[in-house]
């Protein structure tokens, strides 16, 4: 439910049913039969939200307890804002109509950098001080989790707690505390310093930072008690996880407007520019039964005819001939396709393709990340051209003539000779379209290449290694564009201007968090929107704020140097990442976990993909 | 596909309302069909590259607008299906500003809608400069001989004379305005889309206006009501 004046001003905004909620699954409770209320905000707009699996599981989860509301709200489109503002209607939740001020908690799941200056702009929209320290009571608690949170420096000064790693324990464990001392009138310090020992909970407050002259950090010290080191949560058995029963189904068409089934965790190839395969270690994989079900029971409930079988990398799963056989064998009698996304080129297979569903024929992507064998093995992508082109040959005679590749430019050891064989590599494609014997005749082959701009992450192997400069970026997008002699390939690259702000958040520290303030109040936001995104605003912020963006994102560290989010632990070592930065440079792999414990200290949680038999 | 002895032209009849005001036509269309697919209701699908059941809508509703009287086709595969059932059983997958009130064999046609019915309720926008009077402004308004308008069509804008479209209009006051009942052409041939008589008439009385219209019948030729 909105609340009733937005009726005034919806029909002058894009999308209004953005802002009215009333989806079938929403969840409706009432306010006084219920003692804590959580607003799970979502940094960017509804159509982005409502597609994020996290939200889907977390919101169903909380729903489950019968003291506990937990309502959606995401960002407003500028019109919206606009209107908003215009007539003091502060940002509500979708459910109860509810200004953002009235939750005790407000959560944000934080999936890239550059939602960031939404975040900020939510709260305010909503009644709540942006800063912490404004915050006084045991009430509005800013909490967020989400991938970004491995490194939460740059927004500590704005959030109560992070989370790190999987939510679905540790954000009920801190509610369960947070109602225990309400009802023991403790202050919100006292609730924070307890929170603080929960395995997961970063409480930013209580750590003090202290830097050397010329601005890395000297050091990390926790205060209160609180622990030197905080560890993430994962759950070990996804069989037993929460996997909720329904969805929200939206009213509006949304960015995956299907059913999504989480098919398994982690990911084991260890792809060294990849985060994602490094976080959310070791693979723990769902069983076939548990897959089928969840997806029938998604299905019947919410009345989607698609299912995706989401993960990092799902060709890898180990069962996945069986799984899709099972549920083909419903699937096809119900009429629901099927898709697998993230597919890799190796792992794509005559078998695998007869049981997807999906009769529409559109096209096939794949990310070879890099043009040469020699920069695919410096970054552990471990696929061969031959891989690559026998896929292709296979697909085209199968009757697609549409491929997608997804390269990377700016990769640590990356030389021209390497950008140039990104259209080399497209143009094999190409070739081998016209080399296969039964492919589809009187259709023309479409290749499209696109590259966009590496940014070395935390928790990588690359995590010490300096990002190009938009020059040195825009350079190589030019060197691939004249390599291009071909009307069958189509280039796209990525601005790398925004890939640029991306790096400075990415590896930034605490000093950042003035120029997020400042930039929140020029009025930035909805900066990963092109619409939106202004880089000349944004150096003006850095200037103002005597902040030089390079020295986070073009600077090399060295292995000893502290960053910014040593005192976190994601159950990798850094030992580990040293030697596969190493291993980068020497152009050498590294097999993936299947194949051979590569040591990355994942083991310790005693489960998942380390335990298998190999 | 499994053989069937009938296939039977079912209509339903559903109103439109609450949060349900705000989604898109297109968007009507994905909520109906996932309605259709979760209730298992068993009806023909296309049977091309991409089958899904096939559904079509009478008369599109414009997006902010209620209606009581929206009507969705389809084939019934099952002729010991119960239509009477269907309304609970699409019902319990539909969002609640979509409520289906009835389940019917389809009589007319589509083409021969004729005219819809329409109560528009006006008052002055909260963002307007300064308070009017409604009401008088309307009376005034309907004694026009003509009203031009600009009305967008598929070769391009269009200058019409509202006027002679109207075919019945009553005004009465309202609680903070005026609301209107009426009944303009619609269906294959002309439509008038009521949101042109509020631009004409804000224009006329140099107010922002706010409206909820509600489209409350739909109409074949001489007035009857389309079943």
């Known amino acids: ?614 | 596909m499994g053989e069937v002895s009938a296939v039977r032209n079912a209509r339903i009849v559903f109103g439109k309302d609450q949060e349900c005001r705000y989604i898109s036509h297109l968007d009507l269309n994905r909520v109906m069909l996932r309605a259709v697919q979760k209730s298992g209701l068993n009806i023909w699908r296309t049977e091309g590259f991409n089958t899904h059941p096939y559904i079509t809508f009478a008369l599109p509703l414009s997006l902010g607008y209620v209606s009581r009287c929206e009507t969705m086709d389809f084939r019934l595969l099952d002729d010991d299906e119960d239509m009477d059932a269907v309304p609970a059983m699409l019902n319990a997958c539909l969002p609640a500003g979509i409520r289906v009130y009835s389940c019917c064999d389809a009589v007319h046609k589509p083409a021969d809608i004729t005219a819809a019915v329409y109560t528009v309720e006006l008052s002055v926008s909260p963002d307007a400069d300064a308070a009017v009077d409604l009401y008088p402004a309307m009376t005034s308004f309907l004694s026009l001989s003509s009203v031009m308008v600009e009305k967008k069509t598929k070769k391009g804008m269009k200058t019409v004379d509202l006027r002679p479209l109207i075919l019945d209009c009553t005004a009465e006051r309202c609680d903070g305005g005026v609301r209107l009942t009426m009944t303009l052409p619609a269906g294959p041939s002309e439509n008038i889309n009521p949101s042109l008589f509020v631009t004409a008439f804000s224009a006329y009385c140099r107010t922002e206006l706010y409206s909820v219209i509600t489209r409350e019948k739909i109409l074949i030729k001489d007035g009857e009501p389309f079943v």
């Open chain 1, 1 to 614: 439910m909105y609340p009733k004046e937005v009726e005034h001003f919806l029909m002058k905004v894009q999308k209004p049913g953005r802002y009215v909620g009333g989806e079938l699954g929403a969840v409706v409770k009432d306010r006084s039969a219920v003692d804590t209320r959580f607003a799970f905000c979502f940094p960017d707009t509804y159509e982005v939200g409502m597609s994020h699996l996290g939200i889907k599981i977390l919101y169903s989860q909380f729903n489950e307890r019968d003291y506990l509301w937990c309502e959606r709200v995401f960002a407003p489109w500028i019109d919206m804002e606009e209107q908003m503002r215009a007539h003091g209607v502060p940002l509500y939740a979708l459910e109860s109509g509810d200004a953002l001020s009235a939750f005790d908690f407000i959560g944000f799941t934080l999936q890239y950098e550059l939602s960031f200056t939404n975040m900020l702009n939510m709260l305010s929209l909503g009644g709540v001080p942006v800063l912490a320290r404004d915050r006084h009571e045991l009430f509005n608690i800013v909490v967020a989790g989400g991938p970004c949170a491995c490194n939460p420096e740059p927004i500590a000064d704005f959030v109560d707690i992070f989370f790190l790693g999987e939510g679905e324990e540790v954000d009920l464990e801190v509610i369960e505390l947070y109602r225990r001392c309400r009802s023991e009138g403790v202050s919100k310090d006292e609730f924070l310093r307890r929170a603080s020992h929960i395995r997961g909970v970063y409480v930013p407050a209580l750590y003090d930072v202290s830097y050397h002259d010329d601005g890395t950090i000297a050091a990390v010290t926790p205060l209160c008690g609180a622990p030197e080191r905080v560890e993430k949560r994962l759950m070990m058995n996804m069989d037993k996880s929460y996997y909720p029963s329904r969805f929200v189904v939206p009213n509006i068409e949304i960015i995956h407007d299907r059913a999504v089934e989480e098919i398994f965790r982690g990911c084991i190839r260890g792809c060294r520019f990849c985060q994602a395969g490094f976080l959310y270690r070791p693979v723990r994989e769902k069983s076939v039964s548990v897959i089928s079900d969840q997806c029938h029971t998604l299905c019947r409930n919410t009345g989607y005819d698609e299912v995706s079988l989401s993960s990092l990398s799902s060709s890898d799963y180990s069962d996945i001939v069986p799984m899709l056989t099972e549920l083909s064998d419903w699937a096809e009698r119900e009429n629901v396709s099927l898709s697998l996304p993230s597919l890799r080129v190796d792992g794509f297979s005559d078998d695998i393709l007869s049981r997807l569903t999906t009769v529409r024929k559109s096209g096939l992507t794949f990310a070879p990340e890099a043009g040469s064998q020699r920069l695919r093995d410096a970054i552990n992508k471990n696929v061969t051209e031959d891989e690559l082109i026998g896929t292709c040959s296979v697909a085209f005679a199968g009757g697609y003539s549409t491929v997608k590749l997804y390269f990377m430019i700016g990769l640590p050891t990356e030389t021209m000779d390497d950008v140039a064989d990104i259209a080399n590599l497209a143009q094999k494609v190409v070739n081998t379209f016209y080399a296969t014997e039964n492919r589809a005749r009187g259709k023309s082959v479409r290749v499209t290449a696109s590259a966009s701009s590496f940014v070395p992450k935390p928790f990588t192997p690359f995590q010490w290694e300096p990002q190009d400069t938009v020059e040195m970026l825009q350079d190589k997008q030019r060197h691939i564009k004249a390599h291009i002699h071909s009307r069958k390939i189509s280039y796209s690259y990525h601005d790398s201007d925004t890939s640029f702000l991306e790096a400075v958040f990415a590896r930034g520290d605490r000093k950042l968090c003035r120029a997020m303030l400042l930039a929140h109040e020029r009025g930035i936001r909805f900066d990963s929107w092109g619409d939106c995104f202004s880089l000349s605003a944004w150096m003006k912020v850095f200037d103002d704020c005597g902040i030089d963006p390079a020295f986070y994102a073009n600077r090399r560290r060295s292995f000893d140097e502290i960053l910014p989010w040593d005192h976190l632990d994601y159950g990798i070592t850094k030992e580990f990442l040293i030697r596969e930065c190493r291993r980068a440079y020497e152009s050498r792999t590294t097999p993936h976990c299947r194949e051979q414990c590569a040591g990355c200290g994942a083991m310790r949680y005693g489960g998942g993909v380390c335990c298998e038999e190999r």
